[in-house]
């Protein structure tokens, strides 16, 4: 009997937002199930009915566009009717964790008796984000809602981490368990140390940023200090900021307080092409975050030898031998190190070395076999 596999995304696409269904079916879970002979459906926020995938159609179950808990609660008749006939026409369901749709999906399976796997991509923020992003209730709201993740995770069929050892601290399960990243570093997008050229100080150094803006956690307000405190120590330098979400107005006027207007130059949005080209012509990634799972974005710059600083949160300290961590919070821990790394002869050509030798654990033959043999153990 061929296993009919559902996968539950958390991501909201569009019909017109080819690079994100791209990357939807290309994705590991994707790959690996229809390598194994499963009949795979989709169940993602998106407006299109039916995409292929290889040779075979992949249904894409369409679920409504909702943001956070509040849309949740409005969709939740429709969304539990649909999970509901998704659930149970399958025979196995995957689910991301954290997320509200997996969980939703989790509930439904245990209630029909269906096994459920859990990808564990990422933790909870601090307190004091959850209570700056959602006040000082949703602080108890998201409390229960980690240690009904911790439930979820720990009665499924398996566990799939992305990192090492941090999550599955955070998040044990009683099931199979594999670590193995969801970053999938693929032979083009490599290049070595000796193809980048550093910052020798002409002209101004690139400090590349990526992330959402949909919330506090990705700490662009400390790159933005950062920036200002080295502005003031004669450091020229300016950030492309590769991000949006509903807070980038905050950000823009924060930018115009600081005197930063002609020191950051913002992309909404890049294709995978163009941010492989931003991370070849910038000379430091930054990624000052409050928390964190294993950052794509970190892997890809380690990747590109483009030397990184990142906050030492979540599972990023196990990047540590190939990323300059500096401590959560502190504006001037991110200045001190963007100093150093630019200022010290040679600093950053050796970071350049020590990533890019990070990044070979992530290449998309070793992650690939990970992934096999944790289906392999679980298919079985």
Not at 320 to 348: H, I, Y
């Amino acid at each position: 009997m061929t296993p009919r596999v559902l996968v539950v995304s958390e991501q909201r696409i569009s019909v017109d937002d080819q690079d994100g269904l791209r990357h939807q079916l290309v994705s590991g879970t994707v790959n690996d199930l229809t390598a194994f002979g499963c009949t795979v459906s989709l169940l993602v926020r998106s407006d299109t009915p039916q995409v292929r995938h290889s040779e075979q159609a992949l249904e894409v179950i369409s679920l409504p566009t909702f943001v956070g808990l509040t849309g949740l609660f409005r969709s939740v008749f429709t969304l539990l009717r649909i999970v509901d006939k998704a659930v149970s026409g399958s025979t196995m369901v995957v689910v991301r964790t954290p997320g509200m749709v997996g969980m939703v999906a989790s509930l439904v399976a245990i209630r029909r008796r269906i096994p459920y796997v859990t990808e564990v991509v990422g933790g909870f923020g601090p307190a004091r984000l959850t209570r700056r992003e959602n006040g000082v209730l949703a602080v108890g709201v998201f409390g229960v809602w980690k240690r009904l993740t911790r439930w979820q995770v720990r009665r499924s069929a398996g566990a799939l981490y992305v990192t090492q050892r941090w999550l599955q601290r955070e998040f044990p399960t009683d099931g199979i368990s594999a670590a193995a990243s969801d970053v999938k570093i693929t032979p083009e997008w490599l290049r070595s140390p000796e193809q980048r050229v550093p910052w020798d100080g002409t002209g101004r150094a690139r400090l590349l940023f990526v992330g959402s803006l949909e919330h506090h956690g990705k700490g662009l307000d400390l790159l933005f200090g950062a920036i200002a405190s080295l502005m003031k120590q004669e450091v020229d330098c300016e950030a492309i900021v590769v991000a949006s979400g509903r807070h980038e107005a905050e950000y823009r006027d924060l930018a115009q307080q600081l005197n930063l207007e002609s020191r950051v130059i913002w992309r909404s949005a890049m294709s995978r092409s163009a941010l492989h080209e931003a991370m070849l012509s910038a000379h430091v990634m930054v990624l000052p975050t409050r928390h964190e799972g294993l950052p794509r974005v970190l892997v890809e710059a380690m990747a590109c030898s483009l030397p990184c600083v990142a906050t030492d949160v979540g599972g990023i300290g196990e990047l540590s031998d190939g990323c300059l961590l500096v401590q959560p919070e502190s504006t001037a821990d991110v200045t001190n190190a963007l100093r150093a790394l630019l200022l010290t002869p040679g600093a950053q050509a050796s970071w350049s070395r020590d990533g890019f030798s990070v990044a070979q654990r992530y290449t998309i033959d070793k992650v690939s076999l990970a992934r096999r043999k944790f289906w392999s153990r679980l298919l079985a």
